[in-house]
């Protein structure tokens, strides 16, 4: 079994930070990819950023140069640092995970979502 819990959602102004977290937990032998990703109401969910086991990352041309995705492994997290946010950013945030798990396969797990509001 494997769990993927987002947390750090929260109300924010514009302009304003928040960090949100991902943690994962269960039977894991290791974390490959891990993208953050998020849906507002009638929109397709979207990939935000994104991050290799090995650090490289990537971003929606959105958000770069405000947000920030890092990864400890010992603790089996990554994080989303996101400032100077602005109203488009209200969504709520997915963590999606690629993990080996006991049987040598890679599976990709979806957390339950953290809901970001940022007000005008």
């Known amino acids: 079994q494997v769990q993927v819990v987002e947390s750090g959602g929260g109300l924010v102004q514009a302009g304003g930070s928040l960090k949100l977290s991902c943690a994962a937990s269960?039977?894991?032998?290791?974390?490959?990819?891990v993208g953050w990703y998020r849906q507002a109401p009638g929109k397709e969910r979207e990939l935000v950023a994104r991050i290799t086991s090995g650090g490289r990352t990537n971003y929606a041309d959105s958000v770069k140069g405000r947000f920030t995705i890092s990864r400890d492994n010992a603790k089996k997290t990554v994080y989303l640092q996101m400032n100077s946010l602005k109203p488009e950013d209200t969504s709520v945030y997915y963590c999606?995970?690629?993990?080996?798990?006991?049987?040598?396969?890679?599976?990709?797990?979806w957390g339950q979502g953290t809901q970001v509001t940022v007000s005008s």
């Open positions: 999606n995970v690629e993990v080996l798990n006991a049987y040598r396969a890679y599976v990709r797990y």
């Open positions: 269960g039977s894991i032998y290791g974390i490959n990819d």
